[in-house]
């Protein structure tokens, strides 16, 4: 990759250490895969959101990225996708105009996020008081950038202040196959950087699971990202994550997708566990009658922390696991305790984050006879 900056700005490297190949060889070697498939990256235009500081010289500010204590400043960034590399360009031009002097005082960060149809959701953070006033030459700055061909929401934000333009959200497609499926992605909640990737990674999920009469218990399903396709794999989905902000953008995607056969709850992981142990009650399952799923499969995407010990041995009890994991260490020791009853059947690797150490596994497991 050509950039100037990689290796200096804290973002990516250049280290052969970090390449497909030596991740890959790293990760099968701490796992004891010897037989797994690769989906691979582009090596440029890949990610849809960044977060970039803001730098203020000479009454104009400076896109920085921060190493440690310095602040390398950023012209452009390759490993984004093309839409937002050119917005960036815009936005800067626009904030530098001497119109939006007072609007870009005590700017300290942006936060830009680029869905597949070209919307942009922009978060301007502050370290000053956000008031009518500046929602009022917001709207102004939005117009501006409206009648530039840009399609975006602005969300401004300082501490203990949010204020939204219009919409705190935009919709994202993506395609599994020749199908699309709609998300919402919120402002400042998780969603996958690499929309390429995770429609491969989508891909390869959904042809791991058969077509069952039974149904699938989802655990950290995040915004429905593999929640709206799996339904259509199962009678029934029950999926639970622990954020409001999630299960709120997870409800708008089975209702813009017309899934009808999902129930999201906001539980955590161990609530979930008491709750299917009938060890507690909650108030969040008075409508759903719990005695009336019959689950054969589970699938888990957890944070980077993984499973841990009592959620890995609540899953043996399950048919089927597919397990999607961002953490390869934290994989390999809930796989020791999964591998106790179930085979590992399928494995796969996503450079979700090329130029980093970092790498996304998907391992399919079936409980031994």
Not at 196 to 218: P, Q, T
Not at 347 to 357: K, Y
Request: proline share 3%; charged share 30%; with cysteine.
């Amino acid at each position: 990759m050509n950039c100037e900056n990689i290796g200096i700005c804290g973002g990516c490297s250049a280290l052969e250490e970090y390449s497909l190949e030596s991740k890959i060889a790293r990760a099968s070697a701490m796992l004891g895969f010897q037989n797994f498939e690769v989906f691979g990256s582009q090596e440029v235009s890949f990610r849809a959101r960044c977060e970039l500081g803001i730098y203020h010289k000479e009454n104009k500010i400076i896109y920085t990225m921060r190493k440690g204590r310095q602040f390398v400043p950023i012209q452009n960034c390759p490993i984004l996708v093309d839409n937002l590399q050119a917005f960036l360009q815009v936005l800067k031009e626009v904030l530098n105009d001497d119109f939006f002097g007072d609007f870009r005082e005590k700017l300290f960060a942006i936060e830009a996020l680029s869905t597949q149809m070209d919307t942009i959701l922009l978060t301007l953070v502050y370290h000053k008081k956000l008031n009518d006033k500046w929602l009022e030459i917001a709207r102004v700055f939005k117009e501006v950038l409206e009648k530039r061909g840009i399609k975006l929401e602005v969300v401004g934000r300082s501490r203990g202040v949010k204020i939204a333009v219009d919409k705190d959200f935009v919709i994202e497609e993506l395609k599994v196959g020749k199908k699309g499926y709609f998300y919402r992605y919120d402002e400042g909640a998780f969603s996958q950087p690499n929309p390429k990737v995770n429609e491969k990674m989508l891909k390869w999920a959904m042809d791991s699971l058969k077509r069952s009469d039974e149904d699938l218990l989802e655990m950290y399903c995040g915004c429905g990202n593999f929640t709206i396709p799996f339904s259509e794999k199962f009678r029934k989905v029950l999926a639970t994550e622990i954020s409001k902000t999630s299960i709120r953008a997870a409800q708008f995607a089975c209702e813009k997708n017309q899934r009808n056969n999902i129930k999201f709850v906001r539980l955590n992981a161990q609530e979930c566990i008491e709750a299917l142990e009938g060890v507690r009650e909650f108030r969040r399952l008075e409508e759903i009658r719990l005695q009336d799923y019959h689950f054969s499969s589970v699938f888990v995407d957890p944070p980077r922390a993984g499973l841990g010990e009592e959620v890995s041995r609540f899953l043996q009890r399950f048919q089927n696991i597919l397990y999607i994991s961002c953490n390869p260490s934290t994989l390999a020791k809930d796989l020791e305790i999964l591998k106790q009853t179930h085979k590992i059947s399928k494995v796969a690797f996503f450079d979700q984050f090329p130029h980093t150490p970092h790498l996304e596994s998907g391992v399919l497991l079936h409980k031994s006879n």
